[in-house]
């Protein structure tokens, strides 16, 4: 399994973006995927989860704001992220867990065997 990210880059606050995690070497609609984030100095931790069922989790300061979907046509993850502020400026990682836990994305980082590589946000005030 590769994951493969994009669409990172700056934003003023208040402005969008929206992420996409290119699955391949598995059908998305048989997985579970996840977005991290990790900002300097900081713990990466889990922003979005969706399985295979489209149950979805989400980070509290994010709910509201921040949309995770997948398309199976293009095999691909989604993070809609919308009212952007600074403290979401981290570099943005895909993921996909090794089980879910309480029949949705965990939120260890442990508990993830694939990681895609990052893709910085920058959100300016």
């Known amino acids: 399994v590769q994951l493969q990210a994009s669409g990172g880059g700056l934003v003023q606050a208040g402005g969008s973006l929206r992420l996409a995690c290119v699955v391949s070497?598995?059908?998305?609609?048989?997985?579970?995927y996840a977005w991290y984030r990790q900002a300097p100095g900081r713990q990466r931790e889990l922003v979005a989860g969706?399985?295979?069922?489209?149950?979805?989790n989400y980070l509290d300061s994010v709910k509201g704001r921040f949309t995770i979907s997948s398309d199976n046509a293009k095999n691909t993850v989604f993070l809609q992220m919308d009212s952007l502020k600074p403290d979401d400026t981290a570099v943005y990682y895909c993921?996909?867990?090794?089980?879910?836990?309480?029949?949705?994305?965990?939120?260890?980082?442990?508990?993830?065997?694939?990681w895609g590589q990052g893709t910085q946000v920058t959100v300016s005030s």
């Open positions: 993921a996909a867990p090794t089980l879910l836990i309480g029949g949705i994305c965990p939120s260890g980082a442990h508990e993830y065997t694939y």
């Open positions: 070497g598995i059908t998305v609609s048989r997985g579970a």
């Open positions: 969706i399985t295979h069922g489209g149950i979805t």
